[in-house]
């Protein structure tokens, strides 16, 4: 698997023009922003790191690591550059720090995240609402769409640990910014499929709990979601 991720990064990067290439801000550098910052640097985009320590020295061997142009800089400043923004942060912060990202008018947001909390050894949604409706309340002139948030970052960088291909639910209102996360996902070696709108995203991160209750119950490889043609 990982030689045909190389591959179809290589095809990828002689495919995407410079017109064509995005600048993607990841905000937040921890085990998600990791894993797909340099994913998307593959592809042929630019990524800008947002950090609240741009210069500390894990992010700065993260940005060498990324390539492609990749860069770290003060969470605002890495949105304002930029056409793409992934929310890698935790998911009860995501109110917070939405907030604090200055103008996201139409710009993509990629929502990760889960707003879940570990309440007596079970993972539990703490939101009234989904992630995807508490930063489009914050800049209702973004498309978001949730995606990544059903999988682990180990598999996002090499599917076949789950025996691949991995499918990652798209939920949200613009079908051209699910389209385009679309591409984004294909070219990691995963398999997008478009289960609705924003209503829909609840109940992907109601899956994201079901699949770290079922890692902390049997400790074990743990389940992913696929797609398959019916015969």
């Not at 009860?92 to 570990?118: C, M």
């Not at 498309?143 to 990652?168: C, E, H, Q, R, Y």
């Amino acid at each position: 698997m990982r030689m045909i991720k190389s591959f179809l990064a290589v095809l990828l990067c002689s495919t995407i023009t410079v017109a064509q290439a995005d600048t993607i801000a990841i905000i937040g550098t921890g085990n998600v922003g990791s894993a797909l910052g340099p994913e998307f640097a593959a592809q042929g985009h630019t990524i800008v790191y947002g950090s609240r320590n741009p210069n500390d020295r894990d992010v700065a061997e993260l940005v060498e690591r990324t390539g492609n142009g990749a860069s770290a800089t003060t969470q605002a400043d890495a949105v304002a550059a930029a056409d793409i923004v992934v929310l890698a942060v935790p998911g009860t912060l995501v109110a917070e720090i939405t907030a604090k990202l200055g103008d996201l008018s139409r710009k993509l947001i990629i929502d990760p995240t889960n707003p879940i909390k570990l309440d007596l050894l079970r993972m539990r949604h703490v939101a009234a609402t989904s992630n995807v409706d508490v930063i489009q309340s914050i800049a209702p002139a973004a498309d978001v769409v949730k995606a990544f948030n059903t999988l682990g970052w180990k598999v996002m960088i090499d599917p076949d640990i789950a025996g691949g291909p991995v499918s990652v639910p798209l939920a949200g209102d613009s079908g051209r910014a699910k389209r385009k996360v679309a591409d984004l996902v294909r070219g990691m070696g995963l398999e997008p499929i478009d289960v609705g709108d924003s209503d829909n995203a609840r109940w992907l991160e109601g899956m994201a709990i079901l699949l770290i209750n079922n890692n902390i119950l049997t400790p074990r490889p743990n389940f992913n979601f696929y797609l398959r043609e019916m015969d």
